[in-house]
């Protein structure tokens, strides 16, 4: 099975400060996800990737960039971090995005 | 609008009983996917079925791609299939949507 690995599991920021989620997965796809879950909107899509050096705008990207450096890793930044991003964030990787898609098991963000 | 209608939002089984679970999008598809996610937070992919229906152990998926629905059947529900299923569509060009999920709770 696909490993999606996430990194932190848990994080607490500060108001203004830089963070950055890291996603990485063994199973070499192409395709990477980042999503954030709130109550009342499911999962949301944040930023994608079709591969290393490629990043694409999901449908809530402001405030949020994202860096795919390899085919494994893909980085989830918010420069200046806002209570409104106070989520939970999933990663997510597949080979083709109509097959099957593994998720890492999420990072809680608190911004404070 | 809403995109993704799940229904209903939460159930509680008697362990043993049935459920079915609703998925309606208001915009076309090119696939469906289903999902369970564990108390306390991971995801795990049940189905992917962009149409027809498809079986796995005690659940069923069945979707009908040009109504833009899709349900899912747990028959003979035991405790641990306690969590939030999401269903999930891909409308094309890499845009996914997902719905807001079922919490079900299935009580010995």
């Known amino acids: 099975e696909a490993a999606v690995t996430q990194s932190p599991r848990n994080k607490v920021a500060v108001t203004g400060g830089k963070v950055t989620l890291s996603c990485n997965q063994t199973?070499?796809?192409?395709?990477m996800y980042w999503y954030r879950q709130d109550t009342g909107h499911g999962l949301r899509l944040i930023h994608y990737s079709y591969g290393a050096g490629s990043t694409e705008k999901g449908d809530i990207p402001d405030g949020y960039k994202a860096s795919r450096p390899s085919q494994e890793n893909f980085s989830l930044i918010l420069e200046l971090a806002t209570p409104s991003q106070t989520s939970v964030y999933f990663c997510?990787?597949?080979?083709?995005?109509?097959?099957?898609?593994?998720f890492g098991k999420g990072t809680r963000l608190t911004v404070v | 609008g809403q995109q993704v209608q799940q229904s209903p939002a939460s159930l509680v089984l008697q362990e043993g009983e049935n459920a079915e679970l609703q998925c309606n999008f208001s915009?076309?598809?090119?696939?469906m996917q289903w999902f369970y996610q564990r108390p306390g937070g991971s995801l795990v992919s049940l189905f992917y079925?962009?149409?027809g229906t498809k079986h796995s152990g005690r659940l069923t998926s069945t979707t009908v791609i040009k109504e833009r629905r899709s349900s899912l059947h747990i028959s003979s529900s035991q405790t641990t299939d306690s969590g939030t299923y999401l269903c999930?569509?891909?409308?094309?060009?890499?845009?996914?949507?997902f719905g807001a999920g079922t919490r079900l709770k299935v009580i010995a």
């Open positions: 199973n070499n796809h192409n395709n």
């Open positions: 915009t076309s598809l090119n696939s």
């Open positions: 079925n962009p149409s």
């Open positions: 997510a990787s597949g080979e083709d995005r109509e097959g099957e898609v593994f």
């Open positions: 999930e569509g891909n409308t094309g060009n890499y845009k996914y949507v």
